[in-house]
C-alpha cells in the first residue's frame, strides 16, 4: 500500500480568482522510500496539491472533493487537532523562499528546538541538544544555535529548514520548489542532500519542482500538471523517454540544452570595448564604518556586432553590476566603456544622452519593467520622442516593432497590466529596439517567465539579433540558457571574470574550477 | 478605470463625502443664509436650542449659535485647505528632490523631517503663533510649518521606492531627461499616496486650528469653532449646547474627511483590501 | 560592543538635536514683537528710552547677535533657562517644580494607550470583517476625529457633573490634605479622567498599527512554517505573529511621544491639571516668552531622549538592525 494516496482531489478558489478550481480530480500514489515529483508551471496547482496534503491552504481556498489516505486516513477528514499533531511529526514540508520561511527575530536553534517541544516533552536543553545533532548532519555544525536568519547564506537558511522539518523522523517530507531560490551551485548541493537524507531514513519524499532538470534527477516517478489536472504520470524513465502528452514534450523540450548550439562569430567587428572595469559600493552614510564591497574588480571583455555574449555568474557575481555599468545606470569607478572610438565611462549625461540612443536594455521583471500607469503605446513611443522624433512616426514605427516581436498593433492602447508576463517581456523588447540601437543588454529576461514561454522569448531573441545584426550582451545565471543562445561566454564570479572563451569550448573542456562546479550543478544533465 | 467605481463603492467613503460637501455648502453660503454677522447679538445669554426660534440656542453673549457655526465652518474649512495645500506644495517639491537626487540634499531633509518629528510640534507651533501674534495667516503659516515635513517623507519614500523601479531604469536608458523621468513616470505614481495623505492632512489641520483657538491663540477677530468651545468654558456645566454643538461639528467634518481619505486610499490601492 | 557603538551614536544624535533645538529657541526669541526690555517695561509701567536702555544692558540685549548666541547656549548647557518675566523667578525651576505631575499624567496615558491599544488591535486582527473588528474599526475612526480638548470637556460633564463620579479637575482633593496611601488614592482618582482623555486618540492609534500590522505579518511565509511544525495556534500567535508585529511599534511610540506632549497641553489645561501644560499656556497668556520657551527646550529634550530610549529597544526587538 502506498504511503499516500491522493484520489480525485478537488481544491477550489475564493470567487474572484482567474479560474473556479485550483486542482480538479487530481489522483496521485506516493509510495514508501519513493521520491515522486509534481512539475508544472505556474498555476498548475501543483503547490496548491501539496499544501492539501498538509492542511495548510490559505484562507478562501478549500479541499472541496476528494480524499488524501496517509498511511490509510483520510487527512481531509480529520479533526483540526489531529491534524496539527501530524503536521511536523508525520509529514513536514520544506518551502521555496528559506529567508521568508524562518522567523526573523527567533534564534536558529530555538526554531529547531520549539518544534521538537511541540510534539515531545523535552526539556529546552534536551531539545537543543537535539537541534544542535541535527544541524550538524545538515552541515551546519559550525554555526552557533544563537545565529539569526539573516546572518546565514541562502543554502545554510535552506539547511536549517530541512533540519527542522526532519527533527522528528517524518515519514513523508514536503518540498516545495526548495531550490527555486537559490543559486545554482547551492541548488545541487541541497538536492544533493534530500537525496541523502531520503537514502539514509528511507523516508518519501514529495518535491514540487517546474523544472524537468531537477524530475530528472531525483525523481523516482512524476506527475505533470497543468491547469489542476494531471496530464501524464508515471516512472521518471518512461516519461522522459516517451513522453505521450503533448504538453510533456513541450515542457521536456523547452528545458534548454546543455550543448551548445552556436558556432562563435569569426570576425566580431567589436562595439563595445570593456577594459578594467571596477565598480565600489559603501554602504552607510556619513558615521558608518561598513567596509566596502567591490561589485566588480577590473573586469576586460569585447562584444562584437552579430554576437551574442552571455555573462553567467551566481548572485553577487557582479553581472547586474557590469550590465548597469556599461548602460551608465551606474557610474563605473574606474576603467573605460569604450562604444567603438567613444569612452563613455565617464561621460556626463549631457553628452551621453544622444549616444543612449546606441545602446539599450531588456529588463529582468516583468512586472516592473513596464510603467503601470502608461498605456504600451506611449511607452513604446517615449523613448523617440525623447530622441526629438515625430509622434506620429513614432506611433507608426511601434505597431511595425509590435509586429516583429509578435504582438498585434491594438496592443498600444491597452495598460501592461493586462498582460501576461511573456507578453510584458516582448513589449520591452519593442521599447528597446524602438531606437534601432546597435547594443542591446539582456538582463536575465527571462529569468521570471515559465518555461515553455521562456524558450519561445529566447528564440525572439536571436531571431531579432540576427536580422537586426546586434551585439547582445546576455546576463544570465542559468549556463543551460547561455548554452541555447550565446556564441560567446565570460564567467563571473566574486566582481571577477573566472574563465571565457566560445560556448562550446567552455562546455566541452572548462579550465577553472569554479566553471567546472557551475557545470556539473546543472539538473538534469546526464539524463536529458 | 474603475476608480470612481471603486471609491463609490464604499458607503462610508460616500457618506464622508456627502458630509462634507454640505459643510462647504454651508460654509460658503452662510453670508446668504445668515442676514447678520456671527458677531452680532440676536438676543438673551444662554438659551437652549429652539428657544426664541434660535435654532442653536445661544451663547454666553447671547450671539446666535447657529450663526457662529456656519462661520465657523468657514474659517476651520479655510485654514485647513489652505495649510494643506501650503504643506503639500512645499512637501512635495522637497519630499521630490530629496528622493530623486539623493545625496547630501537627501541627507540634509532626512535630518530636518527627523528633528520636526521628534520636538513637541504643537509647543512649538504655540511659540510661533504667539510670537507672530495670532491672527488666520500665522495659523496657517504655523500648521504649514510644522506639517511639511511629513508630507515630504512620504513623497521621498515614494520617489526613493520608485527611482529603482526598473521602467524608472528604462526611462533613463531610452535618454528621457530628469524632468521629463519625473513628470512622465515618477509622479503620475507617487500621486496616490500623496492624495491619500493630503486628506488626512486637512483633517488634522483643522483639529490643531481648533486647538490653537480654544487656548486663545486663534484670529481675535474671527469666531471659529474651537474659539467657540473656548468661550463656553464657564458657561459649560448649565449650557451643554454651548460646548458640545461646536465639538461636533469638528467630528464630523474630521471624520467625514478621514473617511474619505480611507476611501481614496482603498480606491487606489486595491491590493490593500483589509 | 557593537550595542555601545550604536547607543554612542544615538546618543550623539540626541545631543545634536538638543543644540539645534536650543538654537531654534535663541532665534525664535529674536521673532517676537519688541523685545525682552518692551515687554519689561510695559508690564512695570515706565517707557522711557533711559529706563529701557538701562534694562537692555541689564539684560544683555545690546551686545552683537553671536555673543548673545553664545551666551545663551552656555546658560543652557548650565540650566539656565533665564527668568520667568512674570513670575520673576528661575524658569528652570518653575518647569521643574510641574514637570512630575506632567510625566505621571503621559505615562499613565501611555501605558494605557500601548496596553489597550496591542490588545484591542490583536484581538481584532484575529477575526478580520467579524463584527468585534469593525467595530475596533469603527471605534478607532471616532477616536482620531475627535478634539481632544473637548473629549476632555465632555468627560467632564459627563462623569464629573451628570454622574458624579470622579472629580473634574486639578490633581488632589483641595484643602483635604491627605498623606501617605490616601493621598495616593486621591491623586489616583484625579488622575483617571485626564489620563483617559489623553490615552483615547492614541489607543485608537496603536490598535489600529497592531491590527494591520498583525494581518500584514499573518500573512508570512515563516507564519507558514511555524504551522507546519506543527505549534498550537495560541504558539504561533503569541511567538511568530505578535513577536513580529511588534517591532514597528516600538518606533511608533517614539514618533507619538511628540504628539503626546501637544496633546498633554491641551488636557492638562482641560482638567486644570498642574502641569507643565497649563504652565505653557500662563506663558503665552502673560507673554512670558522665556518661560515659553523654556517649556519649548525641556519638552524637546525629554521627547527626544525618549526617542533615544525607544531607538535601543528596537535594536534589541529585531535582530536585524545593524549595529555600529
Redesign the interface.
Known amino acids: 500500500m502506498p504511503l499516500v494516496s491522493i484520489q480525485n482531489l478537488t481544491v477550489s478558489l475564493p470567487s474572484g480568482a482567474d479560474r473556479a478550481l485550483a486542482t480538479e480530480g487530481v489522483s496521485l500514489d506516493i509510495g514508501r522510500k519513493e521520491i515522486v515529483c509534481i512539475v508544472g508551471e505556474s498555476g498548475s496547482g501543483k503547490s496548491i496539491t501539496a499544501h492539501a496534503i498538509?492542511g495548510?491552504l490559505p484562507r478562501g481556498v478549500a479541499a472541496t472533493g476528494g480524499n488524501i489516505f496517509f498511511d490509510g486516513v483520510d487527512l481531509l477528514r480529520q479533526p483540526a487537532d489531529a491534524m496539527?499533531?501530524?503536521?511536523?511529526?508525520d509529514i513536514?514540508?520544506i518551502?521555496q523562499?528559506p529567508m521568508?520561511?524562518?522567523?526573523?527575530?527567533?534564534a536558529i536553534g530555538k526554531q529547531v528546538s520549539?518544534?521538537i517541544r511541540?510534539?515531545q516533552r523535552v526539556s529546552e536543553t534536551q531539545a537543543l541538544k537535539q537541534a544542535a545533532r541535527l544541524l550538524g548532519e545538515m552541515g551546519l555544525g559550525e554555526i552557533s544555535l544563537k545565529a539569526?536568519p539573516?546572518q546565514l547564506s541562502g543554502g545554510q537558511r535552506q539547511r536549517v529548514?530541512i533540519a527542522?522539518a526532519l527533527s522528528l523522523s517524518p515519514r513523508l517530507l514536503i518540498a516545495d520548489e526548495p531550490t527555486t531560490a537559490l543559486d545554482v551551485t547551492t541548488q545541487a548541493q541541497i538536492l544533493k542532500l534530500i537525496k541523502h537524507i531520503q537514502t539514509m531514513r528511507e523516508m518519501s519524499v514529495l518535491l514540487i519542482t517546474h523544472d524537468f532538470g531537477v524530475v530528472a534527477d531525483m525523481a523516482d516517478s512524476v506527475a505533470v500538471m497543468r491547469h489542476g489536472k494531471i496530464v501524464e504520470s508515471g516512472a521518471t524513465a518512461q516519461v522522459l523517454g516517451n513522453p505521450s502528452h503533448a504538453y510533456t514534450r513541450a515542457l521536456i523540450a523547452a528545458v534548454p540544452r546543455g550543448a551548445s548550439q552556436l558556432p562563435p562569430v569569426s570576425q566580431i567587428r567589436p562595439v563595445i570595448q570593456v577594459k578594467n572595469l571596477t565598480k565600489r559600493f559603501r554602504r552607510?552614510?556619513?558615521?558608518s564604518?561598513?567596509p566596502t564591497t567591490t561589485a566588480l574588480d577590473d573586469v576586460s571583455l569585447t562584444l562584437g556586432r552579430g554576437e551574442t555574449l552571455g555573462v553567467v555568474g551566481e548572485s553577487g557575481s557582479g553581472k547586474s553590476t557590469l550590465a548597469r555599468c556599461i548602460?551608465r545606470?551606474l557610474d563605473p569607478d574606474a576603467g573605460e566603456v569604450r562604444l567603438e572610438d567613444v569612452d563613455i565611462a565617464h561621460m556626463r549625461s549631457a553628452a551621453l544622452?544622444?549616444l543612449?540612443?546606441r545602446?539599450?536594455?531588456v529588463?529582468?521583471?516583468p512586472f516592473?519593467?513596464?510603467?503601470?500607469?502608461?498605456t504600451v503605446g506611449d511607452?513604446l513611443i517615449?523613448?523617440p520622442r525623447?530622441?526629438g522624433e515625430d509622434v506620429r512616426e513614432a506611433r507608426r514605427r511601434a505597431a511595425d516593432m509590435l509586429d516583429l516581436v509578435g504582438l498585434s498593433p491594438q496592443v498600444l492602447q491597452r495598460l501592461p497590466h493586462e498582460f501576461s508576463g511573456g507578453q510584458r517581456q516582448r513589449i520591452?523588447l519593442a521599447?528597446?529596439l524602438m531606437?534601432r540601437p546597435e547594443v542591446l543588454i539582456a538582463d536575465e529576461p527571462v529569468s521570471a517567465l515559465d518555461v515553455t514561454v521562456q524558450a519561445q522569448v529566447l528564440k525572439l531573441l536571436d531571431d531579432v539579433r540576427r536580422q537586426m545584426n546586434l551585439a547582445m550582451l546576455f546576463i544570465t545565471h542559468d549556463m543551460r540558457v547561455a548554452a541555447q543562445i550565446c556564441h560567446r561566454v565570460v564567467v563571473m564570479r566574486h566582481g571577477r571574470i573566472v574563465e571565457q572563451g566560445s560556448t562550446r569550448d567552455i562546455f566541452a573542456a572548462p579550465a577553472s574550477d569554479y566553471t567546472k562546479a557551475l557545470l556539473a550543478a546543472i539538473p538534469g544533465r546526464q539524463a536529458l | 478605470m474603475g476608480f470612481t467605481r471603486r471609491f463609490l463603492c464604499r458607503p462610508t467613503a460616500m457618506f464622508g463625502l456627502a458630509v462634507f460637501l454640505f459643510i462647504v455648502a454651508i460654509a460658503l453660503g452662510a453670508p446668504l443664509l445668515f442676514s447678520r454677522g456671527p458677531f452680532s447679538i440676536v438676543g438673551m445669554p444662554l438659551l437652549p436650542p429652539g428657544a426664541s426660534g434660535l435654532l442653536a440656542g445661544s451663547d454666553v453673549l447671547g450671539r446666535d449659535m447657529a450663526v457662529g457655526l456656519a462661520y465657523g465652518a468657514r474659517i476651520s474649512l479655510l485654514v485647513g485647505i489652505a495649510s494643506t495645500v501650503c504643506a503639500a506644495g512645499i512637501g512635495v517639491l522637497m519630499g521630490a528632490v530629496a528622493g530623486y537626487y539623493g545625496g547630501w540634499v537627501d541627507d540634509l531633509l532626512m535630518r530636518v523631517t527627523e528633528f520636526f518629528q521628534i520636538i513637541p510640534s504643537f509647543v512649538l507651533l504655540m511659540v510661533l503663533v504667539a510670537f507672530l501674534q495670532p491672527s488666520l495667516a500665522s495659523t496657517v503659516i504655523g500648521i504649514t510649518l510644522v506639517t511639511w515635513p511629513q508630507v515630504a517623507r512620504v513623497v521621498r519614500g515614494e520617489f526613493l521606492s520608485l527611482r529603482a523601479r526598473e521602467f524608472v531604469q528604462a526611462a533613463r536608458v531610452l535618454g528621457m531627461g530628469d524632468a521629463a523621468i519625473i513628470a512622465t513616470q515618477i509622479l503620475p505614481n507617487a500621486l496616490p499616496p500623496i492624495v491619500v495623505i493630503s486628506s488626512m492632512i486637512v483633517g488634522n489641520a483643522i483639529l490643531t486650528e481648533s486647538a490653537l483657538s480654544f487656548l486663545g491663540l486663534g484670529d481675535p477677530n474671527l469666531l471659529s469653532w474651537g474659539s467657540m468651545i473656548g468661550g463656553s468654558r464657564s458657561a459649560m456645566w448649565v449650557a451643554w449646547w454651548t460646548t458640545v454643538l461646536p465639538g461636533a461639528c469638528i467630528m464630523i467634518t474630521v471624520l467625514a474627511l478621514n473617511f474619505i481619505g480611507d476611501g481614496l486610499n482603498d480606491a487606489l490601492n486595491p491590493r490593500a483590501r483589509r | 560592543m557593537n550595542r555601545l557603538s550604536y547607543i554612542g551614536a544615538r546618543l550623539v544624535k540626541t545631543v545634536l538635536i538638543t543644540i539645534a533645538v536650543v538654537l531654534l529657541s535663541f532665534f525664535l526669541i529674536r521673532l517676537a514683537p519688541g523685545d525682552a526690555a518692551t515687554v519689561m517695561a510695559g508690564q512695570s509701567g515706565y517707557a522711557d528710552e533711559a529706563f529701557m536702555k538701562s534694562l537692555r544692558i541689564e539684560y544683555g540685549l545690546d551686545q552683537p547677535l553671536p555673543v548673545q548666541l553664545w551666551k545663551y547656549v552656555k546658560a543652557v548647557a548650565q540650566g539656565d533657562l533665564g527668568t520667568s518675566y512674570v513670575r520673576r523667578q528661575p524658569v528652570a525651576a518653575v518647569i521643574l517644580e510641574r514637570l512630575p505631575n506632567t510625566l505621571l499624567l503621559d505615562a499613565f496615558a501611555l501605558l494605557l494607550a500601548a496596553g489597550g491599544g496591542i490588545w484591542l488591535g490583536s484581538v481584532a486582527a484575529r477575526r478580520p470583517g467579524s463584527a468585534g473588528d469593525n467595530a475596533v474599526t469603527v471605534l478607532s475612526m471616532l477616536f482620531y476625529a475627535v478634539p481632544q480638548f473637548w473629549l476632555g470637556m465632555m468627560m467632564v460633564l459627563v462623569f464629573a457633573v451628570w454622574l458624579a463620579w470622579l472629580p473634574p479637575f486639578g490633581i488632589e482633593t483641595m484643602g483635604a490634605d491627605y498623606t501617605g496611601l490616601a493621598r495616593l488614592g486621591d491623586v489616583a482618582q484625579h488622575l483617571i479622567l485626564p489620563g483617559v482623555t489623553l490615552a483615547l486618540y492614541f489607543l485608537a492609534s496603536y490598535a489600529r498599527l497592531t491590527r494591520a500590522a498583525m494581518i500584514e505579518v499573518a500573512d508570512q511565509d515563516f507564519v507558514k512554517t511555524a504551522r507546519a511544525k506543527g505549534l498550537s495556534e495560541r504558539q504561533v500567535a503569541r511567538r511568530h505573529i505578535l513577536r513580529n508585529a511588534l517591532i514597528p511599534l516600538v518606533t511608533f511610540a517614539g514618533l507619538q511621544a511628540s504628539i503626546l506632549v501637544g496633546g498633554s497641553v491641551l488636557v492638562e489645561n482641560v482638567f486644570s491639571w498642574p502641569g507643565i501644560g497649563t504652565l505653557a499656556f500662563e506663558a503665552v497668556q502673560g507673554r512670558d516668552n522665556p518661560l515659553l520657551l523654556g517649556i519649548f527646550i525641556v519638552t524637546a529634550i525629554l521627547v527626544s531622549l525618549f526617542n533615544l530610549i525607544t531607538d535601543i529597544a528596537y535594536s534589541i526587538a529585531d535582530p536585524r538592525v545593524e549595529l555600529g
Do not use: K, W
Open positions: 498538509m495548510l496539527r499533531r501530524r503536521r511536523g511529526r513536514a514540508m518551502f523562499d521568508a520561511a524562518l522567523n526573523p527575530v527567533l520549539e518544534q511541540a510534539h539569526y539573516h529548514m527542522m552607510g552614510g556619513l558615521f564604518s561598513t548602460i545606470l544622452r544622444p543612449r540612443r545602446i539599450q536594455m529588463f529582468q521583471d516592473s519593467s513596464l510603467n503601470p500607469r502608461q511607452s517615449a523613448g525623447a530622441h520591452g521599447r528597446a531606437l
